[in-house]
């Protein structure tokens, strides 16, 4: 199922696929230069659903509309509050992610979305060959639990473990096309507590 949502940059869509008798939702977001049908994402998404957690992939207006160049933060962080709060899954536990800039997004966003936990897929810690232009802020201003799955030679580097967030080391690059069966494990452990009653 999509919906097309208003944003205050545009349009926006989202991919829904919802499970039977869901225990939360996961909202996943794309990265900078692609599209929700990246490998991880979609293993992501085969990961959720075997934990009950029904999944939207989300599509920022600037992708809807055909342009290349990634929007500023502040209005990719805007359209994405709007998209969560159009969803229909209100009553369920929201976990919210995505993959490289949409795992920022997801950080920078996760208290004004109500998010109970966040997935992060290749975070970019930094851009290549510049650790001293550190995004561990965003990361560090999350309250909730976070999961991040990273490739051990990622150029955007490896962001450090911490309370309250884990961080699952995983063979290849940036990609994280090199071990789909860790991402799914990795993911489904993350997702597991939330069908376990284990998370508020």
């Not at 933060?73 to 709060?85: E, F, G």
């Not at 450090?160 to 690059?173: I, S, T």
């Not at 096309?177 to 597991?192: C, H, I, K």
Request: charged share 20%.
């Amino acid at each position: 199922m999509i919906l097309d949502l208003e944003t205050p940059h545009g349009p926006a869509r989202a991919h829904l696929e919802p499970v039977d008798a869901p225990v939360a939702v996961l909202v996943l977001g794309h990265g900078a230069g692609g599209g929700v049908t990246a490998p991880d994402l979609k293993a992501a998404t085969e990961a959720a659903h075997a934990a009950n957690v029904s999944v939207a992939l989300v599509e920022q207006p600037y992708r809807v509309a055909g342009r290349k160049s990634v929007a500023p933060a502040p209005q990719l962080d805007a359209a994405w509050t709007a998209i969560v709060a159009q969803l229909p899954f209100e009553g369920l536990p929201l976990i919210t992610g995505g993959r490289s800039s949409g795992a920022r997004v997801a950080c920078r966003t996760a208290e004004a979305t109500g998010a109970a936990g966040v997935l992060c897929l290749a975070f970019p810690l930094h851009p290549p060959g510049r650790p001293e232009k550190t995004r561990l802020a965003e990361l560090e201003a999350v309250r909730v639990p976070v999961l991040i799955v990273q490739g051990e030679s990622d150029p955007f580097g490896m962001p450090p473990e911490a309370d309250g967030r884990a961080v699952v080391k995983l063979r290849g690059n940036h990609r994280l096309a090199s071990d789909v069966p860790g991402l799914r494990a990795a993911v489904g452990q993350f997702l597991g507590r939330w069908n376990d009653g284990d998370v508020d």
